[in-house]
């Protein structure tokens, strides 16, 4: 990472607008990213339809899913409401939209108004209320898998896992022989992938240094230093208390068992391409019990995306302190929900929150155009934000798995 950000900063400085600079990163350091990012991501469909439904076997009864679920979801609300208030009140306290300077306004606005057109349309934005909930339960499973519709993926895989659990017959037994076999093949093939995973890193951060160098961040500084103080602190303080006191695991040992996922969020960006690696850290770092392993942290890489949240509150709010939009406090606490119940069915897939933040401007009466201003910056919050979702699964994987043991039913047999 060091060496990848490093050459790509100094390939900026020294050759910014030189052809060969270009040309490399055209054919040489982009294209090799984009494989290491395909490598991952091809890998989430087998890991989600076999991790997912083993873990609900692997819980045993269905009340103790039962039991890990609402442990799962109450934990994603709680933290998911303590970040983005966390967010919020940063906002409130640094005020980052009103610390510009009328020229500066002037010229961000002008910006925005150009990255505009690369903003998603109307029909792009995500669904609210009942086409949400209709639109999560897949017509067809194979679409939703080809389309990258995954939390209809997760719908039925978490349907085939019920369906397992309730069906105690030789040919139920012999399709969770086949899911055990997806499985480790994929966990096979996660380990040879993350041989190159050195490489893959000094690609991405190397493309996306030399593109934009170190001014990347300074024309919208205090918006990026409220947005990575709120990331630093949930994360320190939040993610260590709970690990702590309802994990019973020493913060120092999980953020060092955590480190390669992080490592791995921050190149990609993505909590979806994280996950093969987050299940294989659960397992092999942090010693959780694999069921619970993979039910949480399947679920998790979409719907427990605490750093999306505080990222979306903050935007917002900057947005509507740089346009001049007053927002009371019933307003904030609409912000606020929204975000948490945003942040819960955002893809995981880099800029997988900007839709959201786009629907929550709709709703307050904040120009939408302010976004084209956060499309510069986006990949590298993008990337931070990611790092936040993907430890906050973790921690949540280390919390539910207190006081669960697996099920003897999901190691496989070993002759």
């Not at 339809?49 to 269905?62: E, K, R, T, W």
């Not at 510009?100 to 002008?110: C, D, F, G, W, Y």
């Not at 900057?318 to 939009?325: H, I, K, N, S, T």
């Not at 994987?397 to 669960?404: C, H, N, Q, T």
Request: aromatic share 6%.
């Amino acid at each position: 990472m060091v060496i990848g950000g490093g050459l790509g900063v100094l390939a900026h400085v020294v050759a910014a607008d030189h052809p060969t600079l270009a040309w490399v990163i055209k054919h040489v350091t982009e294209p090799a990213g984009k494989v290491f990012l395909r490598l991952l991501f091809v890998l989430v469909i087998p890991i989600l339809i076999s991790a997912l439904p083993l873990g609900i076997v692997g819980v045993g009864d269905l009340k103790s899913l039962g039991r890990i679920g609402w442990k799962t979801l109450a934990y994603t609300v709680v933290v998911s409401v303590i970040c983005v208030f966390l967010g919020v009140g940063l906002v409130n306290l640094i005020r980052p939209g009103e610390a510009l300077s009328p020229e500066l306004k002037a010229t961000l606005a002008a910006r925005a108004a150009q990255g505009a057109s690369a903003l998603p349309q109307a029909n792009d934005l995500p669904l609210g209320g009942i086409d949400l909930l209709v639109n999560i339960v897949p017509d067809n499973a194979v679409k939703a898998m080809a389309g990258g519709d995954l939390l209809a993926v997760m719908f039925f895989a978490l349907m085939l896992g019920l369906g397992l659990a309730l069906t105690p017959t030789p040919g139920a037994e012999r399709l969770r022989e086949v899911l055990e076999g997806i499985y480790d093949v994929a966990t096979r093939l996660i380990d040879l992938v993350l041989k190159l995973a050195p490489f893959g890193v000094a690609a991405l951060l190397f493309t996306l240094t030399a593109r934009f160098g170190y001014g990347l961040v300074p024309p919208l500084a205090l918006f990026v230093t409220t947005v990575l103080l709120g990331l630093t602190l949930h994360t320190v303080i939040v993610y260590s208390a709970a690990v702590k006191f309802l994990g019973g695991m020493s913060p120092v040992a999980f953020f060092k068992g955590s480190r390669a996922a992080m490592m791995t969020a921050f190149s990609t960006a993505s909590s979806n391409a994280t996950l093969p690696t987050a299940l294989r850290v659960a397992d092999e770092e942090l010693k959780l019990p694999r069921s619970v392993a993979r039910f949480v942290l399947t679920l998790g890489s979409t719907a427990n995306q605490n750093g999306t949240a505080l990222f979306e509150g903050v935007t917002v709010l900057f947005l509507a302190q740089f346009y001049g939009v007053p927002l009371d406090v019933g307003q904030q606490a609409l912000v606020v929900v929204i975000c948490v119940l945003g942040s819960i069915g955002t893809a995981g897939v880099p800029a997988g929150s900007l839709p959201v933040i786009l629907m929550i401007l709709g709703l307050i009466g904040v120009p939408a155009e302010g976004m084209g201003m956060i499309l510069g910056i986006d990949r590298f919050l993008d990337m931070c934000r990611t790092t936040v979702n993907v430890t906050g699964d973790l921690a949540a994987a280390v919390v539910v798995s207190r006081g669960e043991v697996d099920a003897p039913l999901v190691e496989p047999s070993l002759a």
